[in-house]
């Protein structure tokens, strides 16, 4: 992993997260790419003559430079390689355009606007449009250890197999991978696991990975509250789940386990589709 995505956004928890993406970034000796988009298009839907807009674009050219210090004023001594890219309109749009190349996007828990303190659905849109895996920051995020415990989210799909696969420079350096299948009913027509758990285990001890397999039970609370109470409980420093693809958005992102896991992101949460 030799080049990261990083949303910069001026929110009280960005130097936190900088400085956990730039511990990342220290331990691959990755690139460090931040991206700052300035999201002209909820006053352009509400303002079609652009008065509003123009007024804005002055205020949001400011705080961008003031940010824009700030970030590298703090990167001068870290011993990292970076770029700074500026870009007009949604922040998933922005990010997207610049993940080409990326190995990873990394980005914090709350929706990316002034003052967001809703889920990020940006996340969710990234994590199933973007070639490289997605890592959510949970708020007040300051530091990102490498070699803590990582529990991934198993339930035998291709986005699981996927986001295994994405996580693996991770897994190699955690002191302890626990695969994590949680027991469901499967509904009617609907295999429970179309890859059982000792198969994504064989898959990480050929890269040399030993894992734990675990199984949850949901309770009450659901599978995403199981998975978080697990990770927790065994002081995971990373979880890593596939998110659900175009066919099943409305279930996954929106109402099911993925939507459930961006709505509370305590430890760092690793997404691939």
Not at 32 to 52: K, Q, W
Not at 239 to 249: D, F, K, Q, W
């Amino acid at each position: 992993m030799k080049t990261i995505l990083f949303n910069a956004t001026s929110d009280g928890d960005f130097p936190g997260r900088l400085d956990a993406v730039l511990d990342i970034a220290r331990e691959f000796e990755a690139h460090l790419t931040l991206v700052h988009a300035v999201p002209y298009e909820a006053v352009g839907a509400l303002d079609p003559y652009g008065a509003a807009f123009a007024a804005m674009v002055p205020v949001w050219r400011e705080q961008a430079e003031e940010l824009r210090d700030r970030t590298l004023g703090d990167l001068s001594n870290e011993g990292v390689s970076w770029n700074w890219v500026e870009k007009a309109g949604p922040t998933a749009l922005a990010m997207l355009r610049e993940s080409s190349l990326q190995d990873l996007i990394v980005l914090g828990a709350h929706e990316p606007r002034k003052d967001g303190q809703g889920p990020s659905f940006t996340a969710g849109e990234l994590a199933l449009t973007a070639d490289c895996p997605v890592l959510v920051l949970p708020a007040q995020c300051t530091r990102f250890d490498v070699e803590a415990p990582a529990l991934v989210a198993w339930d035998g799909s291709a986005e699981a197999s996927h986001a295994l696969k994405a996580a693996l420079p991770f897994l190699r350096r955690a002191s302890a991978v626990y695969l994590a299948s949680v027991r469901e009913t499967a509904k009617k027509g609907e295999p429970q696991l179309d890859l059982p758990p000792v198969e994504g285990a064989d898959y990480l001890s050929r890269h040399g990975i030993v894992c734990e397999m675990v199984e949850l039970e949901p309770g009450e609370a659901g599978v995403a509250q199981a998975l978080v109470a697990a990770a927790e409980l065994r002081k995971a420093g990373l979880v890593v789940m596939g998110a659900y693809g175009r066919t099943r958005l409305a279930e996954r992102i929106f109402g099911g386990t993925t939507r459930k896991m961006l709505a509370d992101v305590r430890v760092p949460l690793l997404m691939t589709n």
